[in-house]
């Protein structure tokens, strides 16, 4: 059963911790990305990974850090800098990089809300 | 700067209905539509899609209506049904900065 898994589904983390939010998939994609999602606010791009061992920074990267060491995981880590964490963290795949045609869509994972303290 | 304008932000439509959502754009370097439906706390679902060289796609009670020289698209949801009742977002694939943007989102809200 393909598809793509984020755990944990609900994260508490105290101010001036780092945490570490997980994204797997088994669907053999080679692209992998992360958003961030306010309430009010659309999808907001933080970083994302076209293939193993190499990420790009999204528009609001500021604060997080990412690897890629497998193309199946691509794991986000929220750092003590990034000022307001507190927000709902997709993970999304496609099949390769550059999207913009059919059967290249994004999919997403169930996503992960986390909470500041 | 929201690159991809979204309205109505909330809409309550009755049972049988038919739900409009609106989306526009200004960038040029736009190209690919696709729809995403979210339940609350899940993950979008893609819904449906469109390039920029058709006018319209239907799938199944949803269709997509598209105009090139407006920019403008829109998701008709013909026939809603409670089902239905989650948060839409529409999106266009940037070819100048090789990802997608997003819409701010419409919450639906069908009534039995």
């Known amino acids: 059963d393909g598809g793509i898994t984020q755990s944990p589904k609900y994260l508490f983390r105290k101010e001036g911790q780092n945490v570490t939010l997980s994204c797997e998939q088994n669907l053999n994609h080679d692209a992998m990305y992360w958003y961030r999602q306010d309430p009010g606010q659309g999808l907001r791009l933080i970083y994302y990974s076209q293939i193993v061992n190499d990420f790009q920074k999204g528009d609001i990267a500021e604060g997080y850090s990412v690897s890629r060491e497998k193309k199946e995981s691509f794991p986000l880590t929220v750092t003590s800098a990034q000022k307001n964490p507190t927000a709902f963290y997709l993970c999304a795949s496609s099949i390769v990089a550059g999207g913009g045609s059919p059967g290249n869509e994004q999919f997403f994972g169930p996503g992960t809300r986390l909470t500041v303290l | 700067q929201q690159q991809v304008k979204q309205s109505p932000q909330s809409l309550i439509v009755q049972k049988g209905g038919i739900s409009i959502i609106n989306c526009a754009y200004e960038n040029t370097a736009f190209d690919y539509f696709p729809w995403y439906q979210q339940f609350p706390g899940k993950g979008p679902a893609l819904l449906i899609a469109i390039r920029p060289d058709v006018s319209e796609k239907k799938e199944g009670r949803f269709t997509i209506s598209f105009n090139k020289s407006a920019k403008q698209f829109s998701l008709h949801i013909m026939d809603s049904q409670p089902g239905d009742s989650a948060t839409y977002f529409c999106?266009?694939?940037?070819?100048?900065?090789?990802?997608?943007?997003f819409g701010p989102g419409t919450r639906l809200s069908v009534l039995p």
């Open positions: 999106a266009a694939w940037d070819n100048y900065g090789q990802n997608f943007v």
